[in-house]
């Protein structure tokens, strides 16, 4: 009989994603795999996978007051339960988390019942639910050098294997580009960035006035999206705007550079293309693991480090044109992001 996986995955881009390309890799090779999620990832389970899932419920305690997090915690606890009983019914070989604290049920059920836990960290700080049970896994795997929250006791157990991404199948005739039009991607992350819809059409708007040809691929959250097409046709600028799109890759290869929120999913897609990009870190994010990952790919030379504070109109439409008249600088990027071997991470 074929060996079982389950995999528990936090609902969000820079978890479920690395997640779902493992399952797919492991299930070509003939394991039997599960997913266990929540609400928020099941829009990353498209028809074509057809993989099995569970969702469970749970919720941070952190950054609540102590009712919500009495709650919250409640919660946990019968997510736990949930968990066990779970993995006493489906008996699998292997448990491997990603991350997110909907998976830390299940990671601690699995140690629980004396079943192998293996931890993958997407992001370059330990996330709190792999750091917890970074003492009890059999291994810890990252995408990048994990510079902060690594415990020097479970040192020994870290490997760094890179990003496991997958980009898809690439249309070639989708992706040919129009030399006549400088091509910006606008990534908000997994929810869209209600800023980038605010500041950006501004910039392109004014770009085009002052003679350059863009065309605008752009994220958005759904209130903003017939505001933002309006406002790109009412200009006469070359656009498309969405809120999600399944063929991501072929939007990345597309364009010729991109701004970005800074999740690891996202970030790791970029590099994988060899696309320069301009890093917008979201503030406040859990251990400020956003500006970690831009910094990191800032000090390799991969990327301009924007943050929020400073994200405006004169700051993004002067970086903009640099960006554009600087073609050697772009180039230069990709020359560097060529240097670092790529690992097949899933391997």
Not at 31 to 46: A, H, M, Q, S
Not at 183 to 196: D, H, K, N, R
Not at 233 to 244: A, C, G, M, T
Not at 287 to 308: M, P, S, T, V
């Amino acid at each position: 009989m074929n060996k079982k996986i389950i995999f528990a995955a936090g609902g969000t881009g820079g978890h479920i994603l690395p997640a779902i390309s493992l399952m797919k890799y492991l299930s070509d090779k003939k394991y039997n795999v599960l997913l266990i999620t929540d609400e928020r990832g099941k829009k990353y389970i498209n028809k074509e996978n057809k993989f099995e899932f569970n969702i469970i419920r749970a919720e941070t305690y952190t950054n609540k007051n102590f009712f919500k997090k009495i709650s919250a915690l409640l919660r946990v606890f019968i997510s736990i339960l949930k968990s066990i009983f779970l993995i006493k019914k489906e008996k699998p070989d292997l448990v491997i988390g990603f991350g997110g604290y909907v998976s830390f049920p299940t990671m601690l059920a699995s140690k629980l019942l004396m079943i192998p836990l293996v931890i993958y960290e997407n992001n370059v700080i330990l996330g709190r639910a792999n750091k917890f049970l970074s003492y009890f896994s059999s291994q810890i795997f990252t995408a990048k050098d994990i510079s902060k929250n690594l415990p020097k006791k479970i040192i020994n157990k870290a490997h760094k294997v890179g990003s496991i991404i997958n980009m898809g199948t690439v249309d070639q005739q989708t992706i040919k580009k129009n030399n006549d039009f400088f091509s910006i991607l606008v990534l908000g992350g997994s929810q869209g960035a209600e800023v980038f819809g605010n500041i950006i059409p501004q910039v392109i708007k004014k770009l085009e006035q002052n003679g350059y040809k863009i065309k605008i691929i752009q994220q958005c959250i759904s209130s903003q999206l017939e505001i933002i097409k309006n406002f790109y046709k009412k200009n006469n600028i070359e656009n498309y705007i969405f809120v999600f799109d399944k063929n991501i890759s072929n939007l990345i290869y597309s364009s010729d550079v991109a701004i970005t929120r800074c999740g690891a999913s996202a970030t790791a897609e970029l590099v994988y293309a060899l696309k320069p990009f301009i890093a917008v870190p979201l503030p406040g994010s859990l251990d400020n693991h956003q500006f970690l990952n831009a910094k990191y790919y800032e000090n390799k030379g991969y990327c301009w480090l924007l943050e929020q504070d400073k994200f405006n109109f004169e700051n993004l439409f002067n970086l903009i044109v640099e960006t554009i008249n600087n073609k050697n600088k772009l180039e230069d990027i990709k020359k560097n992001i060529k240097k670092e071997h790529k690992n097949n991470a899933c391997e």
